[in-house]
Structure formats: structure tokens, C-alpha cells
């Protein structure tokens, strides 16, 4: 049982870190909706374009969803990008990524893409290894706003430098258009990424392996997923590394799920534990992409959403991570200071 409050507190001083290199994006969290959790990959552009009337009908645009984001799927090749160009997909987008931005753009929204510093990515599709460069003015032509960089938990070994070196390549590459586009290092949080992201001119990096679609798994599924329990325990300590410009990302969330997803393993979780884990998102000022398919979410879910006092939790200007400020085993108090003083 979790109480969640707004006290004040004592933050933690960030004067060791290095200084972010700003982009001048992601303020406050990017906020919206990501196609993985639910969909996987097989995604298309009628869902996309759904997706985004979807969230202009139910309210959710006009709470702060703006980002429709495109996460694995969408390109046309599986194999290595040594052997393939990086193209969408002819058949499943049709009239090509730049209609979807453009639709998206129509209405106040954002377009989100996903690629990886990897010859594959993680579902096997052509990565962008060495043509990070062309591979940016692509997304740029197209309009998007968002990408999704995928190591796919790889280099979990690997030295610093190198993990530094890949996110680099793509963070200049990037800052080299004219479009901002935000960038999202996802990556199991090896290398104490949250130390040198921000640095890198990241704008969210994972803390940790994907989420399960549950509450509290005893351990971890297939020895590799994390609960929302699990996320959160893990960005215990890391707040200070995040603020305006740079979030630690503790994952897509689950709201809504309800352990149906094609993609996601986990059984769900009740409406209680749902909200529970959106408002500590929003206390810990996580990206909030929900991972439901949006054109069917119940109402129970839709009110979890689109609660507006919980969303501006998690877009305070003031950008403070909730602290966890007391531990008694069953109750765990979490709490932050807001831009206003409360
Ligand atoms: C990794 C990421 C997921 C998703 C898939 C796509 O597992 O952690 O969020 O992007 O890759 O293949």
C-alpha cells in the first residue's frame, strides 16, 4: 500500500554532474503514446492514424498526450543494415512516415520514431550502425520529433567510452538538423548512463530492462523483466541526474493492459495498482507514453489518464524528482517540492 504525498524537502545537489548539452527540448517529460507495449510490431498506418483521432476524441491530446510514437516495426527490412537500406515499410505505411507527421502535426500533436546504433535491432529489423548521420537527416525530412534509440540491452559489459561513443555519434548527428528532435537513449541503464546522458545532450535513458505488465512479480519474469515495483526501486538514487532537458525513463507504462497485450508478458494489474503506478511516474517525472491501444480504453483507465492534477505532477516546470523521504516496509512515502513551493 503506497501513500503518495507532496512535502517539502531537501534536494540532493547535482554539482557533480557534468553540464547537460541542451537541445533546448523535453522541458517537462515527453508525454503520449508509444506502439510497443501493446501492438509489438506489427503496426500500420491505419492504426497510427486511429490512434491519433482516438486520443483527440477520448481527451487525452488536450491532457498532454502529444507524442504518437512509432516504436519497432516500421521499417521494411529485417537483416542487417550493412545488406539493406533503412525505408519504411510500403505496405504497412503506404503514404510513408511524412503523412503520418504531417497528420499528427495538423492537430497538435508530435510524430516519435525508433531506430537502434545496432547492424539489426532488437526485433530484428535493419539498425542504423554508420549511417547515423544520413539516418538523421531522414527523420528530420520526414518531420519527426521524437526517436527512440534502441542498444537493445546489448554492451551491458562494454566500457563506458564506447556505450558513450554510440549515443554520441547519433546525439551530433541529430543536433545537426535544423528540426529538434528529442532523443531517447534506450538502454538498460549499464554504464551508469544516467551519470553521462545528459552530457550527450539525451533527453531520457532507461533506468532498466523493459516493464512487465504487473505490479509486484515475485522476482523477475523470464529473468529479465521489471515490475513497476522494480522500476521504481531502481531509480532510487538516480534523481538527482535528472531535471528540464534529461529524464531518467523508468518505461512505457502499463495502464490498461490489462495482461491482454500481444507484446508485453504479465498477467495486469487491478485499477488501483494501474493509478498507483501513474502517479508515481508522475512523482518521479517519468515519460509518460502509454502503451494501451488507446481506441478501445476503458473508462476506468481513460480517468487514470487523463487526471489533470496528476499529469501536472509530472510536468511542474520546477522538473524535481519525488524522493522517497520514508520506508516503513508495507508504506513507502514518496514526495516532491513543485515550482509554486508546495
Ligand atoms: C527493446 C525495448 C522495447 C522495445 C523493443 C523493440 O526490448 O526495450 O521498449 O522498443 O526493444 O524491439
Not at 502529444?66 to 543494415?81: H, I, M, P, S
Not at 537527416?137 to 540491452?153: E, I, N, P, Q, T
Not at 509486484?216 to 522494480?230: A, I, K, S, T, W
Request: glycine content about 10%; proline content about 4%.
Amino acid at each position: 500500500m503506497f501513500a503518495i504525498l507532496s512535502l517539502a524537502f531537501v534536494s540532493v545537489s547535482s554539482a557533480a554532474q557534468p553540464a547537460p548539452r541542451s537541445n533546448g527540448l523535453a522541458q517537462t517529460p515527453p508525454v503520449g503514446w508509444s506502439s510497443w507495449n501493446n501492438f509489438g510490431d506489427d503496426i500500420n498506418e491505419q492504426i497510427v492514424i486511429e490512434t491519433i483521432d482516438a486520443m483527440i476524441a477520448n481527451g487525452m491530446r488536450d491532457a498532454g498526450y502529444v507524442f504518437v510514437n512509432l516504436d519497432d516495426g516500421w521499417q521494411r527490412y529485417k537483416g542487417a543494415r550493412r545488406d539493406h537500406p533503412l525505408e519504411f515499410d510500403p505496405i504497412k505505411f503506404p503514404r510513408g512516415i511524412s503523412y503520418l507527421a504531417d497528420y499528427a502535426h495538423q492537430r497538435g500533436m508530435k510524430l516519435g520514431i525508433y531506430s537502434g546504433p545496432g547492424q539489426t535491432t532488437c526485433a530484428g529489423y535493419t539498425g542504423s550502425e554508420g549511417h547515423e548521420a544520413e539516418e538523421a537527416r531522414m527523420f528530420a525530412s520526414w518531420g519527426v520529433d521524437h526517436l527512440k534509440y534502441d542498444s537493445c540491452c546489448s554492451h551491458r559489459e562494454a566500457p563506458k567510452e564506447e556505450l558513450q561513443k554510440i549515443f554520441r555519434t547519433m546525439s551530433n548527428a541529430l543536433m545537426a538538423q535544423k528540426r529538434g528532435i528529442v532523443l531517447h537513449a534506450c538502454h538498460c541503464g549499464w554504464g551508469d548512463i544516467w551519470e553521462w546522458a545528459a552530457a550527450l545532450g539525451i533527453n531520457h535513458w532507461r533506468i532498466g530492462q523493459d516493464i512487465s505488465d504487473d505490479f509486484n512479480y515475485p522476482g523477475n519474469r523470464e529473468q529479465y523483466y521489471f515490475d513497476v515495483l522494480d522500476q521504481l526501486d531502481r531509480g532510487v538514487g538516480l534523481e538527482k541526474y535528472a531535471g528540464p532537458g534529461h529524464w531518467n525513463d523508468y518505461d512505457m507504462l502499463i495502464v490498461g493492459l490489462d495482461g491482454k497485450s500481444k507484446q508485453l508478458v504479465g498477467t495486469g494489474a487491478s485499477n488501483t495498482e494501474y493509478r498507483t503506478h501513474f502517479s508515481l511516474w508522475a512523482m518521479v517525472s517519468s515519460p509518460m507514453l502509454v502503451g494501451a491501444d488507446v481506441r478501445k480504453l476503458d473508462q476506468y483507465s481513460l480517468e487514470t489518464l487523463t487526471n489533470q492534477e496528476i499529469v501536472a505532477l509530472n510536468q511542474d516546470p520546477a522538473g524535481n524528482i519525488a524522493h522517497k523521504v520514508r520506508d516503513d516496509g508495507d508504506l513507502e512515502v514518496f514526495a516532491k517540492e513543485l515550482a509554486d513551493g508546495s
